[in-house]
């Protein structure tokens, strides 16, 4: 059984560097999402898709974030023009409706911006 | 609407039970119960579809009040594996396939 796997798992880079993250969520499930966990908080959604399609962003995430799902397979986050703010660890997790959208998670990508 | 925890922490002795509760100010579809431990992704632990249910598996169990729009997670005889931080999620009924998850619940088993 293989299960959500995340790349990189670690990223430092310098502020104003775009990054980008993949996720590859478990092949049958159709909906995956992205968080972004701060120390000593819970997972703050960020956006999520069915499928290849967006079905919502957080209002609170600026434009400098972007996501894609291309296929409906794996997805990427992007990040442009890095902020030290941006400093987080950024989780993915996939779901399917026949499981009640209970959320398998990724081990996380965890980005330091200096 | 992030859902509400309480309390933010606790501290257990081996054996000794705890409550962690979770609340949300909108109508739910459904609460999730994540453990999380140091330096790793949550885990599932249970969903709660249905006013009034409650689930449980090995000695966590969780209750779900529909009405008061409140979700308890119930760990009898703790271990210390049962160390980590707790997040209940929330649905809603306009979108019961987004979790939002709440700020957590420390907990820490010691011997």
């Known amino acids: 059984d293989t299960g959500v796997s995340q790349n990189p798992r670690h990223k430092i880079t310098k502020r104003g560097q775009n990054v980008t993250f993949r996720c590859d969520p478990i092949s049958e499930h159709n909906r995956l999402y992205w968080y972004r966990q701060t120390l000593g908080q819970g997972p703050e959604f960020l956006t999520y898709f069915q499928n290849e399609a967006q079905l919502e962003k957080s209002r609170l995430l600026s434009d400098r974030f972007s996501a894609e799902r291309p296929k409906g397979s794996f997805s990427t986050l992007e990040i442009q023009r890095t902020e030290q703010g941006d400093s987080a660890m950024y989780l993915c997790?996939?779901?399917?409706?026949?499981?009640?959208?209970?959320?398998?998670f990724g081990p996380g990508t965890r980005l330091t911006v200096t | 609407q992030q859902p509400v925890q309480s309390p933010q922490a606790v501290i257990l002795r081996e054996g000794e039970d705890a409550v962690i509760n979770c609340s949300s100010s909108?109508?739910?579809?459904?609460v999730h119960w994540y453990r999380q431990k140091h330096g790793e992704a949550p885990v599932f632990l249970m969903i709660l579809l249905k006013g009034g249910e409650q689930k449980g598996h090995d000695k966590i169990s969780a209750s779900f009040n529909e009405k008061k729009q409140q979700s308890s997670l119930y760990l009898t005889a703790s271990q210390l594996s049962y160390s980590g931080t707790y997040f209940c999620?929330?649905?809603?009924?306009?979108?019961?396939?987004?979790?939002?998850f709440g700020p957590g619940t420390s907990l820490s088993v010691i011997p």
């Open positions: 909108k109508a739910l579809y459904s």
């Open positions: 997790a996939s779901s399917f409706r026949q499981n009640h959208y209970e959320q398998y």
């Open positions: 999620g929330t649905t809603s009924r306009t979108s019961y396939d987004k979790v939002i």
